[in-house]
């Protein structure tokens, strides 16, 4: 199919587009396109007005922010893969990546445009979560923040209103914490069955502090706390991994499509939370 | 109808045209320019065939606007050789059958002269990750892969 009608702006600057926000309520913004476009063309969406973010220059740049890194709007998925920075200071959104779509998808699609996007099975939300990034929002009545938590809430739903833009992402440094990430698609590259991203921390081998983050079980990317709170005061042996992969598959609710059933994917949700954890904390300083 | 009009160089040669601004830059090469050799399978980004150089680096054109590609340099599958010259990975899909049907091939040699601008000694997991985004229902890419490994192979014999 082709998509329906709509009109085009082009926003020479930030500035520009939420200008053009503001005076387009049925505008969305045009970022890589690489679902937008997708969902238009099967008439899944058809927004009366795209507001082309692509030549706005300087804003997908990856740079420090205090310990950790800051990520403009239209970084670019494999700029984001690929950098040295960002392998440093959030080698989780790094190993996150080695499941996320396929080259060409990455040359254009954008990660702020993923995470406006929302799509329940995507993998960059739950890093987001799992990392406690910052999201920032801009219009012209201001700027605010956003922590991840908050950002996602539903099936395409965001904390986004419609005359904002997200404008940048903000990555806290590692610190000490341990990462890992786990994916289960049908083929390499695809829309994830089930996703978890896991952060610790340990001292003196008593885990002190954890996020277990799931995607692809529910509406949005979201915390397990009953698995954290399994993993959370003493070693991480073998009595707390059980605990812990018990408490993920009993805290989620996940649906059953032609790719997976829900008691597959809750199995998915025990196992994923093992490796991720088991990962996480060989690699805690 | 709204319409822009967009500059874009396709495979060395300046066009200028008034497009629909939801004119998809497959339909615009395939219909506007008649470079049909660029196919559109699943028309949503998942199969690959449509995959075409845009300023240099693989792009999909049905999740591509033709007026996003307004002053950029689009290179299809008609500017990479011909039947008489033909671009090395042509010449080694052609040799090993990297190919039956040909719906997928134009995609395929897309992403394969990318991967090995990037890295002219792929491993067979190298390749199969590249070609990861492009389907092909014939041939189960066995031979495909031997095509670009081969393709490499004649690349770095014929390299400076």
């Known amino acids: 199919m082709k998509p329906a009608r709509f009109r085009y702006l082009r926003a020479a600057s930030v500035n520009d587009a939420l200008q053009a926000l503001a005076e387009n309520p049925d505008a969305q913004i045009l970022a890589g396109g690489q679902s937008l476009i997708a969902m238009m063309n099967l008439r899944l969406v058809k927004p009366a007005c795209l507001i082309d973010i692509n030549r706005i220059s300087n804003i997908g740049y990856i740079d420090e922010d205090g310990d950790g890194v800051a990520i403009g709007a239209l970084a670019r998925h494999n700029d984001v893969k690929h950098s040295p920075l960002i392998r440093e200071r959030c080698p989780l959104l790094t190993e996150a990546y080695e499941s996320i779509a396929h080259h060409t998808v990455r040359n254009r699609g954008t990660l702020g445009g993923n995470l406006c996007h929302a799509d329940p099975s995507s993998e960059t939300p739950a890093v987001m979560v799992a990392t406690g990034a910052t999201l920032m929002l801009q219009s012209l009545r201001g700027q605010r923040e956003v922590g991840a938590e908050d950002f996602f809430l539903g099936t395409y739903e965001t904390a986004r209103r419609q005359d904002e833009m997200l404008t940048e992402i903000r990555l806290p440094g590692r610190r000490t914490d341990g990462w890992a990430f786990a994916e289960i698609s049908n083929r390499h590259g695809d829309f994830a069955i089930a996703v978890i991203a896991t952060t610790l921390r340990i001292e003196d081998g008593r885990c002190e502090a954890a996020r277990v983050v799931a995607s692809g079980v529910g509406e949005h990317a979201a915390r397990l706390e009953p698995a954290e709170e399994a993993l959370i005061g003493g070693p991480i042996d073998d009595a707390r991994l059980d605990a812990a992969a018990a408490a993920a598959a009993g805290a989620v609710d996940p649906h059953s499509d032609s790719h997976a059933d829900a008691a597959y994917r809750r199995d998915a949700i025990a196992a994923l939370t093992r490796r991720t954890v088991r990962r996480a904390a060989a690699r805690c300083d | ?160």
């Not at chain 2, 899909?93 to 000694?121: I, R, Y």
Request: charged share 25%; with cysteine; hydrophobic share 35%.
């Open chain 2, 1 to 160: 109808m709204e319409r822009e009009t967009i500059s874009v160089t396709v495979n060395g040669r300046a066009y200028e045209r008034a497009v629909e601004p939801r004119r998809l830059l497959s339909d615009f090469l395939r219909e506007d320019l008649r470079l049909t050799g660029t196919h559109v399978g699943c028309e949503h980004g998942v199969c690959g065939s449509c995959t075409v150089m845009m300023d240099g680096v693989t792009a999909r054109s049905c999740l591509t606007f033709a007026v996003m590609a307004d002053g950029a340099e689009i290179e299809t599958i008609e500017g990479l050789g011909s039947v008489e010259a033909m671009h090395p990975v042509q010449q080694a899909f052609w040799e090993k059958h990297g190919l039956q049907c040909g719906f997928c091939t134009p995609g395929m040699l897309m992403t394969a002269v990318e991967l090995l601008k990037a890295n002219p000694d792929p491993s067979v997991d190298d390749i199969r990750d590249a070609i990861s985004g492009n389907l092909c229902r014939c041939t189960g890419y066995q031979t495909i892969v031997e095509s670009i490994q081969y393709a490499a192979k004649l690349m770095r014999e014929d390299g400076p």
